[in-house]
């Protein structure tokens, strides 16, 4: 396992931890004290995080996760406060840029959720590919019981759940358990909270498992997949064109020979981690 240090001070630890074992990064929220807020400096520091284990041919897929009973609480209110009243707050990414880094990731993005989740917290998991939650997670869209509208984090949580349960939940404020959010379309899984370390490995294991290339190119076409905007009547005749390019590219290729390879000789693809 290879671990990225942190430039800050023992008086100063960061607040967001990188560690890399077997393929898979593990970005974690380190910072209880003030439930995973996301002040400017957590986000400054989620951002590089995201960004490295990127950029790290190493790393195959990238589990975002948490410390203490709390995933993330959402935005840090004391800090917008001050912000609000012309005090100086450090610079550092907005949440717009780190959702678009975690949706647009060239690699596979995964919420395991410590905790419950609010706000901007749930907009980090909408944003990623696959989320998996304990039984015992809640969350609650708390921004209308504050006064303020849910409108950022409405742009990757409106691309996961259904219509319905996101009117019912953004408009009351109400608190919501990790098996409605299962069924919302919010989360892929809710887990009792004993079986989360198996649940996790399942899904790493996939990972582990994949052609790295491919894998990429799926996260991708998952994109652009949309919520079937590709079958679409006046689009089908083009996107079977191009699907069946894109199939046939990936069939001639290296990974798919070794992928055939493999399977005959009864042995895992030589990328298997």
Known sequence: MT????SASPADAPLVRLTVDRAIATVTLDSPRNRNALSARLRSELSKALSDAMADDEVRGIVLTG????F?????LKEAGAALRGEPVEP???????FEQIMGAPKPVIAVL??????GGIGLVASADIALAPKSATFAFTEVRIGVVPAIISVPVSARMHSRQLSRYFLTGEL??????AKAGLITQAVPDREMTHA?????QGLRGSAPRALSRTKQLLDELGSGALAAADRRTEAFARMGELSAEFFAGEDAAEGRAAFFEKRPPRWTQ
């Open 92 to 98: 550092a990414p907005e949440l717009p840029a780190i």
């Open 3 to 6: 671990q990225h240090p942190s």
């Open 200 to 204: 996790v490995d399942a899904v790493l």
């Open 176 to 181: 919501f358990d990790a098996s409605a959010a």
């Open 67 to 70: 410390t203490g009973p709390v």
């Open 72 to 76: 993330c609480a959402g935005a840090d």
């Open 114 to 119: 410590n905790g419950a989740a609010r706000a």
